[in-house]
């Protein structure tokens, strides 16, 4: 970054109507003068004589054209005629004049005269002035730039997380501050002594940008993260969703989904549900992601909720366990029909957008083509999202080509991310997608790009409305950042944030969540959930 500067009018006080002083170099065109008076009495107006009558030090000579001039000059003037110009070091002044006044020039030449002491006065004044200047440029230039020998290891650290928000997130605002002022204050007065007190610096920091998704993690809560992204998580298995405090709904936070099988979800708890309390402490002003750790612990251990749910308050006690993240189930369902005629259903269920789940997708995929489907179910109901490019990926194994979703900043589009039918794998069965509240994220992306390209027909509840992306860094020293780096928009440009995705047709209700609940209905046309075929496919 460059600071660009530059020089001013300057005057002395206090200056007669008609006299200006300007420390420029270039020319400056002729500026309309006011009258001057017959008697000049500013102290500048002054020339010292040698015994030949020369100038020594100063010059001063009337202008009768009208002009006013002011140059950085050092040559001497050689004569003295028609004008009336003050030199005197590196200042020129000229003064304007009316040809008028030219009756005057004697008694003007008497009054000018000035003393040697004028001399060492106006000298004193300058070099005082010279160094006053040269003084405040060296306290600016040492506090604008801070010297990198003065850089400790922690101010280090903290500039790393600094210049990642700078490069990476999504509002170039900053939440409407100045973001370089901000890292220069934040040198100066917050202390970096410690790892610790360094780590509070960089979360002081990211808080001023009101972005609850973007976050500070230490090393072993962003080894915590990974390992989660990766397949498998510590916890009870719930998915956290906004403080729900805002809407005039209970105060606390809001549960996105219960993992299959986990601790949270054999304890009954439902997407909807809200959590008002975890091991004793009210969640009405914690953060979605504070509570996310306190949810997390060893394996074994224990946590205290209390949950509301629709009317009743529950306490419960959970037990944590290790809880498998295997993002892919399916199951074959046959419908009513006669015999090999009868029609036959792929029903998948994705739990989570997890580095294995573009894959597991296609496995499951391949294993039911076997077994001859020939249609698709998708069940994203409680997918409270994961990777982003495993969102784009599975979109495209069932699109042959179209937009999957815009990638929006401050100033508009910044990506496409599309498909050309290189990676996919099935484009012709019909399909039919699950939606609920507990479908957020990654799983919206997916859910929108198939809804907008008219490949799926979308059932159930209207999903979350998170649109919003993150990007995690890891700093140098095994801490990371979780950083909102952009928000998305479906491919008919529909901005999804906190409105969520409309689907086609809702679902009857009840509707069960799982494999074998799901079949059931389908299989059975007495059943309050059942669907037929024409039912599932058609828009």
Not at 3 to 20: D, E, K, N, Q, V
Not at 116 to 144: A, D, I, Q, T
Not at 191 to 214: C, Q, S
Not at 401 to 409: A, E, F, L, R, T
Request: a positive charge; charged letters at 20%; aromatic letters at 8%.
């Amino acid at each position: 970054m460059e600071a660009l500067g530059g020089f001013g009018a300057a005057s002395l006080s206090p200056p007669p109507p008609h006299y200006s002083t300007i420390l420029q170099t270039p020319p400056w065109k002729s500026l309309p003068q006011r009258i001057g008076q017959p008697r000049l009495w500013s102290p500048l107006l002054c020339i010292s004589k040698n015994g030949i009558d020369r100038p020594r030090s100063c010059n001063l000579v009337g202008n009768y054209e009208g002009n006013s001039k002011v140059n950085f000059l050092l040559q001497p003037m050689a004569r003295l005629n028609k004008s009336l110009s003050f030199r005197c070091g590196l200042f020129s002044v000229s003064y304007g004049l009316r040809p008028k006044l030219r009756k005057y020039s004697a008694s003007l030449q008497k009054e000018l005269n000035c003393s040697e002491k004028f001399k060492h006065h106006v000298s004193v004044h300058f070099v005082r002035l010279v160094v006053g200047v040269m003084l405040v440029m060296s306290v600016s230039v040492g506090v604008s730039r801070t010297p990198s020998w003065a850089l400790t290891e922690e101010n280090l650290l903290f500039l790393e997380a600094w210049r990642t928000i700078d490069r990476a997130y999504v509002d170039k605002t900053f939440n409407g501050q100045s973001w370089f002022r901000y890292r220069e204050n934040a040198l100066r007065n917050e202390p970096m002594n410690t790892r610790e007190e360094t780590y509070m610096a960089i979360k002081k920091m990211l808080a001023t940008l009101d972005d609850p998704f973007t976050r500070f993690l230490e090393p072993d809560k962003f080894k915590s993260l990974r390992s989660g992204t990766q397949g498998a998580l510590t916890g009870v298995g719930l998915s956290i969703g906004y403080p729900t405090g805002f809407d005039g709904s209970p105060a606390g936070l809001l549960v996105i989904s219960a993992t299959p099988g986990g601790p949270a979800s054999r304890a009954g708890i439902l997407s909807g549900d809200v959590i008002l309390t975890i091991d004793g402490t009210s969640t009405e002003t914690m953060g979605i992601y504070d509570a996310a750790e306190r949810l997390q612990g060893p394996e074994g251990s224990s946590v205290e909720l209390t949950i509301r749910s629709g009317p009743e308050v529950k306490r419960l006690s959970l037990m944590r366990e290790r809880v498998s993240l295997n993002p892919v189930k399916s199951r074959l369902c046959k419908m009513p029909g006669l015999g090999k005629d009868s029609p036959k259903i792929g029903y998948i269920k994705l739990a989570s957008f997890n580095q294995n789940a573009s894959g597991a997708v296609k496995e499951a995929i391949e294993s039911l083509r076997s077994n001859d489907v020939n249609a698709f179910v998708l069940d994203l109901r409680d997918n409270s999202g994961g990777l982003f490019p495993e969102g784009v990926e599975i979109a495209k194994i069932w699109l042959e080509k179209g937009v999957i979703v815009y990638i929006c900043d401050g100033r508009g589009i910044r990506d496409i991310y599309d498909t050309d039918g290189s990676s996919v794998v099935a484009a012709s069965e019909p399909l039919a997608v699950l939606v609920n509240k507990g479908t957020a994220s990654a799983s919206e992306i997916l859910a929108g790009a198939l809804k907008d390209n008219k490949r799926a027909v979308l059932f159930g509840e209207p999903t979350f409305g998170k649109g919003k992306i993150q990007s995690v860094f890891e700093l140098s020293d095994g801490s990371g950042l979780a950083v909102t780096v952009a928000r998305y928009e479906t491919p008919a440009h529909i901005d999804i944030d906190k409105v969520g995705i409309a689907p086609d047709h809702p679902l009857p209700t009840p509707f069960p969540k799982d494999a074998e609940g799901f079949c059931g209905c389908l299989m059975d046309p007495t059943s309050a959930c059942y669907l037929n075929r024409v039912q599932l496919f058609s828009r």
